[in-house]
């Protein structure tokens, strides 16, 4: 490993290099000014469970609107991921309206699943490269309290027919996980080891204040069991459970007894809700406004693979993107993969040779919750927030996601 450090510290200065490539600036780059969330709450029971996807779309926008160090009126085009609510991009233009944004600020709404906070990122960072908008706002907004992804009714027989795979794409997600364990021998033992290190890091990652500066505060009510409604302020994200050990997991009931016996509550991601976005723009624009630059933005890709393992999606689409960019791993300083499943995330990790430190060094989505359509703008903002506290560099980003594709995204920390 020492090697390896060495190695990557004499690429970062060789000119012309691939790293220095991305690690230098020019005006034409795409840049992050702003990068933000909600605390992750408990999906039925948290503080987000009588809010209205509407209403965190508005909360996590009016917050972005607040600090974004211009006028709302230069923003001109909003994306938001959203996976469960099929009138998304009504309620995502009416909470921008209702955030402060001049109905000159256009909205949309993405679905690619798990990775629609990045894929919103990519299509922000997309339109300002080449020239269509100048500023625009990424953001994922999730209320799994009220939706969820679950198909309501099987695929037409014309299109099944045809493909087994085709009829995978409907393979509920803890089944594709149970196949990942039995496909590539994956011990609940193992599993939950992994699980319960999320866990700890993310409860002293929670304990030492770094989540601090990610979280802004949102006020919303909540219905009491006595049916009393109550307005309150939240601040930290609800999942973490303190004290989580591989023991104390490995008593908790298999989820799919039908598919195996490796997944459970426990070791598998988190139902939350919750909102986050980030603020794009060109490097000569945010230098003319007088805005801080954050981070630059390198790119992002998707892979496919077989739907019936769907969750080892990472490990198809960070080789693809590293070979995009001729570097490796080793060049990367943190590595956020969403903890769909643990059994996804041990597979990904080992297969990728990956340092165990340098991923999900908050924790991830088995300690966090992993809000579907959030998650791909909750890492960036995460792991840009980890890279500023340790004064390091290189962030990527990865999911699975569902039906069977990858996603992948570097960024380069500037702040």
């Known amino acids: ?64 609107r607040e600090r974004l160090g211009f006028s709302p009126d230069l923003v001109e085009d909003i994306c938001m991921g959203n996976v469960s609510d099929g009138k998304a991009a009504y309620k995502a233009r009416a909470a921008a309206l209702s955030a402060g944004f001049p109905n000159t600020t256009s909205a949309s709404s993405v679905n690619r699943f798990c990775s629609s906070g990045l894929k919103a990122t990519a299509d922000i ?16 907004t999730e209320s799994m309290s009220i939706g969820g992804d679950n198909l309501e009714e099987p695929f037409d027989e014309e299109v099944t027919k045809n493909s087994q795979e085709a009829t995978d794409c409907m393979m509920a997600m803890g089944w594709t996980s149970e196949n990942v364990a039995k496909d590539f021998g994956l011990s609940r033992e193992v599993v939950d080891e992994y699980a319960a290190e999320s866990f ?83 490097r000569s624009k945010a230098i003319e406004l007088g805005v801080p630059i954050m981070a630059k933005y390198v790119g992002t890709t998707v892979a496919g693979l077989a739907p019936r393992i769907m969750g080892i999606g990472p490990a198809v689409a960070i080789p693809k993107l590293l070979k995009k960019h001729n570097i490796s791993l080793g060049d990367v300083d943190v590595v956020e993969i969403n903890e769909a499943f643990g059994t996804m ?42 890279l500023r506290r340790t004064k390091k560099k290189i962030l990527l980003t990865s999911m699975c996601i569902g039906t069977g594709m990858g996603m992948a995204g570097l960024f380069v920390n500037e702040q």
């Open 345 to 386: 995330a041990v597979y990904c990790r080992d297969f990728l040779k990956l340092e165990w430190s340098k991923m999900n060094p908050r924790g991830g989505a088995i300690a966090l919750g992993h809000p579907l359509g959030t998650t791909g703008t909750r890492q960036i903002v995460t792991g840009l927030s980890e």
């Open 125 to 140: 960072a997309h339109q300002i490269a080449a020239g269509s908008i100048e500023i625009g706002i990424a953001a994922g």
């Open 1 to 64: 490993m020492a090697t390896e450090r060495v190695n990557s510290i004499l690429k970062h200065l060789s000119p012309g290099s691939p790293l220095a490539a991305i690690t230098s600036k020019n005006p034409d780059d795409v840049v992050i000014t702003l990068a933000l969330r909600t605390p992750l709450c408990k999906g039925k029971k948290g503080g987000f469970k009588d809010t209205s996807v509407e209403y965190l779309m508005y909360a996590i926008l009016k917050a972005a």
């Open 200 to 282: 700890r890091r993310a409860e002293a990652a929670q304990k030492a204040g770094w989540f601090d500066d990610e979280i802004v505060p949102i006020t919303t009510k909540v219905k009491g069991t006595d049916g009393q409604v109550k307005t309150v302020t939240l601040t930290k994200d609800e999942g973490i459970r303190p004290g989580t050990t591989a023991a104390s997991l490995g008593k908790i009931r298999n989820a799919f007894p039908q598919w195996g016996p490796v997944t459970t509550g426990g070791n598998a991601s988190q139902v939350s809700d919750g909102a986050a976005a980030v603020v794009l723009m060109k």
